[in-house]
């Protein structure tokens, strides 16, 4: 995947990196993948608030063999890989989100998680923007919120 990664004191600075992430996307022409997998994120790496500055990742996922060749062509980009993984989702809709609706998606997630005997990797949750074509200025994308899932160590050793 190709990343614009940095640190973000508040939302505001968040959501003005996805303006730049989006028009770096829009400048290169990178090739999509289909559906879902083809759908920009990002990755909150830490928390964002008035105590914590992230930092958090603008991703979109590229074709593998294509990778190493787009992220010499795209150089505000870092490329990045990450071992495969389940994440646990929970589908949001298309309406602006607040921070207590994220929350409670987080809690559901870890609860559910925690169920399951598996805990949240430490790869950052993730809020993924999907939006279907054609995409205009009328757009609006879908939000999923989801949490990467590892194996509690005592559900491991069972």
Same mark, same amino acid.
């Given at each position: 995947? $190709?990343? #614009? &990664? ?6 505001? +600075?968040? /959501?003005?990196? !996805? ?57 505000? $980009?870092? #490329? &990045? ?6 994440? +646990?989702? /929970?589908?949001? !809709? ?57 194996? $509690? ?6």
């Amino acid at each position: 995947m $190709l990343c #614009l &990664r940095r640190t973000g004191a508040d939302h505001d +600075a968040v /959501v003005a990196m !996805g303006k730049e992430f989006m028009a770096i996307l829009h400048r290169h022409d990178l090739p999509r993948l289909e559906g879902t997998a083809g759908a920009a994120f990002l990755i909150y790496h830490g928390e964002v608030s008035a105590d914590s500055d992230g930092p958090v990742g603008w991703c979109i996922r590229v074709p593998a063999e294509q990778a190493a060749g787009l992220a010499a062509r795209v150089p505000e $980009l870092t #490329l &990045r890989t990450e071992a495969g993984h389940e994440e +646990a989702y /929970v589908p949001l !809709g298309t309406a602006p989100v607040s921070p207590a609706q994220w929350q409670l998606a987080s809690d559901a997630l870890h609860t559910w998680a925690g169920t399951r005997h598996r805990r949240p990797a430490a790869l950052g949750a993730r809020v993924t923007f999907l939006a279907a074509p054609p995409i205009t200025p009328a757009s609006r994308p879908d939000y999923d919120f989801a949490v990467p899932l590892g194996v $509690l160590e005592t559900a491991a050793a069972s």
